[in-house]
């Protein structure tokens, strides 16, 4: 079944009128037919399951049929601060990052990153790609994308765990800091350098707001697989990867 996000104030009306992009798709991409059920998901946990009853590429209608609240969305916050690499890869994060179960990305300023380069388009773009990343992967709520940030701009985290992915003899193995946990973290901070890795003075930095370097294994990793390979480790230790439950609401 198709899913579609759409602005919660168009599901208080039934049926539901589908205009723009999503009628553009519905109409000339997929090639639904009227009586095809697609997911509707208005981004606050709710899914309305919906039956085509009219589709043109200017404006579509469904009819409402149920609503779920499917529990797919991770109970463990991650925000995953990911050094700005070129375009292609950082979209790759973004794509991939969404599907894993990541919360929110700020792209990453560090000294040894490429610079920052994101207007309005480009935060749009990557709004697109959480978009149907959370669409096809049957999330019901999408990750928050922010500007660029500098990483000093970062520091303090407000977060139950604060993590640094580092190459550095002094770092921990994530397993570990997890396991000297009394509690389980439902906020976590994960910081991801560039190719080059974070300079001295940011380590230090880090250090000094109380986030954790870990190690991430004997292999050296590339920055856009670091993250993704670290919010994987953390979604499984944390007992996020069980088979989800379906809540039905009148």
């Given amino acids: 079944m198709q899913r ?3 602005a919660p ?27 095809t059920r697609i997911a509707l998901l208005d981004d606050t946990g709710w899914q309305y399951t919906a039956e085509l009853l009219h589709v043109t590429p200017q404006r579509a209608e469904a009819r409402i049929l149920s609503r779920q609240r499917p529990q797919t969305e991770p109970s463990v916050h991650i925000t995953l601060y990911q050094a700005l690499v070129v375009a292609h890869k950082l979209e790759w994060v973004l794509q991939k990052g969404t ?21 309005a388009s480009k935060l749009a773009r990557w709004q697109r790609i959480v978009t149907e990343a959370s669409e096809q992967s049957g999330r019901v709520r999408r990750p928050r994308v922010e500007s660029p940030r500098a990483l000093t701009a970062c520091l303090p985290v407000t977060a139950d765990l604060a993590l640094l992915g580092a190459v550095d003899d002094r ?3 994530l397993s570990a800091v997890l396991e000297a946990r009394a509690e389980r973290p439902r906020t976590i901070a994960l910081f991801i350098g560039p190719e080059g890795g974070l300079a001295p003075d940011e380590i230090e930095a880090a250090r000094a707001s109380g986030i954790h370097p870990i190690s991430l294994g004997p292999r050296t990793l590339r920055t856009e697989t670091a993250g993704l390979a670290a919010v ?19």
């Fill in 9 to 35: 104030e168009t599901l208080e009306h039934d049926p539901v009128v589908l205009s723009g992009p999503v009628a553009h798709q519905l109409c000339h991409v997929l090639r639904l037919q009227p009586g």
């Fill in 4 to 6: 579609f996000f759409i």
């Fill in 171 to 173: 770092a921990t193995p």
């Fill in 232 to 250: 994987a480790a953390l979604m499984y230790a944390l007992g996020e990867w069980q088979l989800p439950a379906l809540d039905d609401a009148p």
């Fill in 99 to 119: 599907e894993l179960g990541v919360s929110a990305f700020v792209p990453l300023v560090t000294a040894r990153s490429l610079p920052a380069r994101a207007g």
